[in-house]
Each structure stands twice: as C-alpha cells, then as structure tokens.
C-alpha cells in the first residue's frame, strides 16, 4: 500500500514572485504575452498562469527545494506525493492531469522581472530574471501514470532567491483553504502575506494599500471600471477575513480616505496572535460542540 504524505504545516515561496501580477484570479491564456507594473515590480510574461493551482505547486516546490536540496538542483517528487499535499487525500485520475497541467504551465511561461528601489522611486536597470522558465521538466509528455517522478529543476534565480531567504512564509491548510469562487480573495491574502507590515502597538501591526491601477495589476484583476473592481476587493476582504483567523481578529477592509480609495487591514503581531490561538481554538470547539450536540 502506498504510504500517504504528511502536507506541510507552511511553505516558502520567493516573495516577488508572490506579490507580481503573474497569479490570474480569471481565464488564462497561455500563448498571451501580458505586462503589468505593480506597487513593487514589474513583470513582462508569456502568459499568466493560475493562482490556483499552479500557485500552489509552486510554493510547494519551493519548500520542497529548501527541505530536500539535491547537489545537482534537479528534485524527483512522485505527483502522489505533490498530490497528497494539494487534495489532502490519495490524488485520484483527476489530481493527476491537474497536476500536470500546471507544471507543464509553470515550464512554459517565460518572466521577466525587475523591481522597485525605494531609495530612488524608481525601477532597477538590473533585472530579477531575464527571459526565464520558472521551471524546467525533464520528463516525457506522455507519462502514463500518475505515480511517476517528473524530473523539476527551478530557475537558478529563483534558487538564488531561496537560498537568501528572500521568501514569504505561508501557511498552507490557509493557502488550500479558499475554493474555486475565492481566486481574488486568495491572490489578496497572498499579496497580503508579501506585504510589508509595520507595529502599531505592542500587540498589533497595520498596513494599507491605494488602490488603483498598479494594485489591479499586481492582483491580475480586470475591471471595466474602478468601483467595480473596489466592489470585488470588499468581497475579497469578507472572504480573507472568514477564512484566516488572525484577520478576522483584526481589520481588512476596503475604505475610502478623502478622495482616494485604500485596502487597510490591522490584526494581531505573530506573537500576539500565538498568545491567543489557544484560547480561541477552545472557544471555536466549544461552539462546534454546541452546534452539533456532542
């Protein structure tokens, strides 16, 4: 009997990648070339690829890279064990060609990035990564089963990337909690993860972001018109804050600011939050027992 794999309690995705506009939250097109400048870089791209589930395995690829590094680079994971940790179950037919096809996605998009100096208010001349595959394969595209172990070599930049620890830590029962009607929501929280936060008080930190054109980019949003978009980033805020505690502790909310718009959110610092997850996981079972009579 094959033996399940234990998903990760978090992973490490490079945090550029994690905040460019690469992640469609609608249709993706991968013979489409797109550009987008967000609040941090800028990226010129093949194609999109999809924040679910080629997000996904990426992050997971790149834990799987910084737990289990090989001297050669290339990594040999069965797709039953990527599996295993994406559906938190035995992968059945269906997983498999999901899997395949984003890591075929993630091998066939060319990026090129390059990002924002803060000192300057400008954009580096020296690029991120140039032209480059995220990933390379090194397996026939007629596997026949599900249980083979593709060959996966990540782009040398990006292993740079992993190995400075330029990384955002994100916590994956989260990551796999949203659901095919929550892709904005999602690629929010993402970005939201990558962004910088700042101390308000001993127990709580904030941050906000204007919205506008390079916020849109940054989330692969495609608005006709700006409040239609604000409208979907509320939605977006409702949902990020049901599904991650540590923000339903706090604020996230789409607000306007004299005559200006803004993404604000405020919760609970690590230590904070550590402090009061057990309390609050007593009061959530207690409330579940209520619920169903135990």
């Not at 797709?79 to 269906?94: D, I, R, V």
Request: aromatic content about 10%.
């Amino acid at each position: 009997m094959s033996r399940r794999h234990a998903p990760p309690t978090s992973v490490r995705p490079e945090r550029t990648l994690t905040r460019a506009g690469l992640w469609a939250t609608g249709p993706t097109q991968l013979q489409l070339p797109f550009e987008a400048t967000g609040l941090s870089e800028r990226i010129h791209a093949s194609g999109r690829l999809k924040v679910s589930p080629d997000y996904d395995v990426f992050a997971w690829l790149c834990e799987r890279w910084q737990t289990k590094p090989t001297e050669s680079g290339w990594m040999r994971p069965t797709l039953y064990e990527l599996g295993s940790s994406l559906y938190g179950t035995a992968p059945a037919g269906e997983h498999y060609r999901l899997l395949r096809d984003a890591l075929d996605r993630l091998a066939y998009v060319r990026i090129t990035i390059d990002g924002y100096d803060v000192e300057t208010g400008r954009f580096r001349d020296n690029w991120i990564a140039k032209d480059e595959k995220l990933v390379h394969l090194g397996r026939p595209k007629d596997t026949p089963t599900g249980v083979d172990r593709p060959g996966i070599k990540l782009a040398e930049w990006l292993c740079q990337a992993l190995a400075g620890e330029k990384v955002v830590r994100v916590h994956w029962q989260t990551l796999r909690a949203f659901d095919e009607r929550q892709k904005l929501a999602k690629r929010l929280w993402l970005y939201l993860a990558a962004e910088r936060w700042k101390k308000t008080s001993s127990n709580a930190e904030g941050t906000w972001i204007a919205c506008g054109d390079r916020l849109y980019a940054a989330l692969g949003m495609d608005y006709a018109e700006h409040r239609f978009a604000r409208r979907a980033l509320q939605q977006a805020c409702l949902a990020v804050r049901k599904i991650d505690p540590r923000y339903s502790a706090g604020e996230l909310a789409v607000i306007k600011l004299g005559s200006s718009w803004r993404v604000q959110g405020s919760r609970p610092t690590w230590d904070a939050w550590k402090a009061q997850a057990p309390e609050q996981l007593r009061i959530r079972e207690e409330i579940r027992r209520s619920l169903v009579g135990d």
